[in-house]
């Protein structure tokens, strides 16, 4: 079995990261359906003054560091007292192999009792992907491994349908600029709508992010949307699952 490449192990650099944690919830059922884990300083600083020290010769072992970091906070935040998933942001141009730069992963899982099948890995469209095989490769793999997908800030940044049209992960996540203001701007709604009607006849669950006003949620409702996320559902908190609050409902599922 691989160990990991070369280019994972770099002890050198430690990027001194924490995590914070966001919902996505399932607006059906109530529940949260995954935490999606945000990269922060440990002293609670956003992802940009953390991503500002990436470069293309550290982001390897910034990658692997992030994945460890989610797992490890998720665990100690109380996630295996509940269903959901955990969310793990990774950079795509920092994988060699795909099966040998997820050894680190599944040691981590391992090591902390996280059940891998909960796992989802999302990836951005806005990183140039400079090798499209290389990312289906990827999605592929990880497929066969149990672990699901999803394509973020869909709708923004490098070609998104070329992508869809290349390999199709389990998730997209439109891109905020979507969804904020929806309610109040027709070519969005019918941009969402499209999109969603493409993604269910592919087979692909569309997740919507940045919902920051009830206006927002309902629109996205009546569009059929079921997985939500933003700030009007919950915001980030540092080192712990925060409770979510669904419009006319409390609910909490942090321990």
């Given at each position: 079995?691989?160990?990991?490449?070369?280019?994972?192990?770099?002890?050198?650099?430690?990027?001194?990261?924490?995590?914070?944690?966001?919902?996505?919830?399932?607006?059906?059922?109530?529940?949260?359906?995954?935490?999606?884990?945000?990269?922060?300083?440990?002293?609670?600083?956003?992802?940009?003054?953390?991503?500002s020290r990436v470069t293309p010769d550290n982001?390897?072992?910034?990658?692997?560091?992030?994945?460890?970091?989610?797992?490890?906070?998720?665990?100690?935040?109380?996630?295996?007292?509940?269903?959901?998933?955990?969310?793990?942001?990774?950079?795509?141009?920092?994988?060699?192999?795909?099966?040998?730069?997820?050894?680190?992963?599944?040691?981590?899982?391992?090591?902390?009792?996280?059940?891998t099948d909960r796992l989802l890995f999302e990836?951005?469209?806005?990183?140039?992907?400079?090798?499209?095989?290389?990312?289906?490769?990827?999605?592929?793999?990880?497929?066969?491994?149990?672990?699901?997908?999803?394509?973020?800030?869909?709708?923004?940044?490098?070609?998104?349908?070329?992508?869809?049209?290349?390999?199709?992960?389990?998730?997209?996540?439109?891109?905020?600029?979507?969804?904020?203001?929806?309610?109040?701007?027709?070519?969005?709604?019918?941009?969402?709508?499209?999109?969603?009607?493409?993604?269910?006849?592919?087979?692909?669950?569309?997740?919507?992010?940045?919902?920051?006003?009830?206006?927002?949620?309902?629109?996205?409702?009546?569009?059929?949307?079921?997985?939500?996320?933003?700030?009007?559902?919950?915001?980030?908190?540092?080192?712990?699952?925060?409770?979510?609050?669904?419009?006319?409902?409390?609910?909490?599922?942090?321990?």
């Amino acid at each position: 079995m691989p160990t990991g490449c070369q280019g994972c192990h770099s002890p050198e650099h430690d990027f001194g990261i924490a995590m914070a944690f966001q919902p996505i919830v399932d607006a059906e059922t109530g529940e949260v359906f995954a935490y999606e884990a945000l990269v922060r300083s440990q002293a609670g600083e956003g992802a940009g003054a953390v991503l500002s020290r990436v470069t293309p010769d550290n982001r390897y072992a910034f990658d692997q560091q992030c994945r460890v970091a989610a797992i490890r906070g998720a665990v100690a935040a109380g996630i295996l007292d509940t269903g959901a998933r955990l969310s793990i942001n990774f950079l795509p141009n920092a994988v060699y192999s795909p099966v040998a730069c997820i050894q680190l992963t599944l040691k981590t899982a391992q090591e902390t009792g996280f059940p891998t099948d909960r796992l989802l890995f999302e990836f951005t469209e806005n990183e140039r992907i400079v090798d499209t095989d290389h990312v289906r490769t990827i999605v592929e793999t990880y497929r066969r491994m149990g672990f699901a997908t999803a394509l973020d800030d869909f709708g923004a940044g490098y070609s998104g349908l070329a992508l869809l049209a290349r390999f199709q992960p389990d998730f997209i996540k439109l891109d905020m600029e979507l969804v904020r203001g929806i309610d109040a701007n027709r070519p969005r709604r019918l941009i969402v709508e499209g999109v969603a009607r493409m993604a269910e006849a592919i087979g692909i669950t569309v997740i919507a992010e940045g919902i920051e006003t009830l206006a927002e949620y309902e629109t996205l409702r009546g569009l059929g949307l079921r997985y939500l996320q933003g700030y009007l559902l919950a915001r980030p908190a540092l080192g712990r699952l925060p409770e979510i609050a669904l419009p006319g409902t409390r609910h909490t599922d942090a321990a």
